[in-house]
């Protein structure tokens, strides 16, 4: 089963525009990740955020996590064409496992 | 790019044949997980080898096995396939089991006929 929820499912913007995307969880966390995925082949670590860290940077990208409310949010800010992928969130367990949403699939328009 | 490797990338099969995946971690990774990822959904776990010793199992049917050599490199073996392991098998690797960041190869994409 899938603990994480990402949405929207689908999301086009214009290209410099800033993309937010959003993952719930259903159970207590490690931590959470993001991954993107191009095209169906390998996923690439973007960020990991702790349970006890509230937001975190890297480049372009932001990501909250909001424990209350069993939440997560990653915002890439000055879109580019490269940025065209699947993004996944995935919480890892107390037994250091990964539990994997379904994804949001971003589209940047040139 | 990674430094995990999977063969082969694509692969064909008949339902009730038996498929072996391949898989070699990234230096220096001793821990290697396994996932199986359907058209348009996420990752699923399967299973995680830890210095060639099984310690994390997805809900999978036994007919889904695997191993760790003493190099750290991995197979996946599905035996008696059916229609619905159709799917894109990714390998994963990291430093060591309680490593957060996993490292991803390209895959194998599994049709089942």
């Known amino acids: 089963s899938q603990q994480g929820e990402e949405d929207p499912q689908a999301l086009s913007i214009q290209e410099g525009e800033n993309a937010t995307m959003n993952c719930s969880y259903k159970?207590?966390?490690?931590?959470l990740q993001w991954y993107r995925q191009n095209s169906g082949r390998g996923l690439v670590h973007l960020i990991l955020?702790?349970?006890n860290e509230r937001e975190k940077h890297s480049g372009r990208l932001r990501v909250t996590l909001d424990t209350s409310k069993k939440s997560s949010s990653l915002l890439i800010t000055a879109s580019r064409a490269a940025d065209t992928a699947s993004y996944f969130c995935?919480?890892?367990?107390?037994?250091?496992?990964?539990?994997w949403g379904a994804g949001t699939k971003l589209i940047i328009k040139p | 790019e990674t430094g995990v490797t999977q063969s082969p990338t694509h692969l064909i099969k008949t339902r009730g044949q038996q498929v072996t995946l391949r898989c070699s971690s990234q230096?220096?990774?001793?821990?290697v997980s396994w996932y199986q990822q359907a058209l348009g959904q996420g990752p699923q776990f399967i299973f995680q080898?830890?210095?060639?010793?099984?310690?994390g199992r997805g809900n999978f049917p036994p007919r889904f096995s695997g191993l760790q050599f003493p190099n750290y490199s991995s197979e996946l073996n599905v035996n008696a396939l059916e229609l619905d392991d159709s799917a894109l098998y990714l390998c994963?690797?990291?430093?060591?089991?309680?490593?957060?960041?996993?490292?991803f190869g390209s895959g194998t994409q599994l049709s089942v006929l």
């Open positions: 994963a690797s990291s430093p060591g089991q309680e490593d957060e960041k996993l490292f």
């Open positions: 080898y830890y210095r060639e010793e099984e310690n």
């Open positions: 159970t207590s966390i490690n931590n």
């Open positions: 995935a919480t890892e367990d107390s037994n250091y496992q990964l539990i």
């Open positions: 955020i702790r349970s």
């Open positions: 230096s220096g990774h001793n821990t």
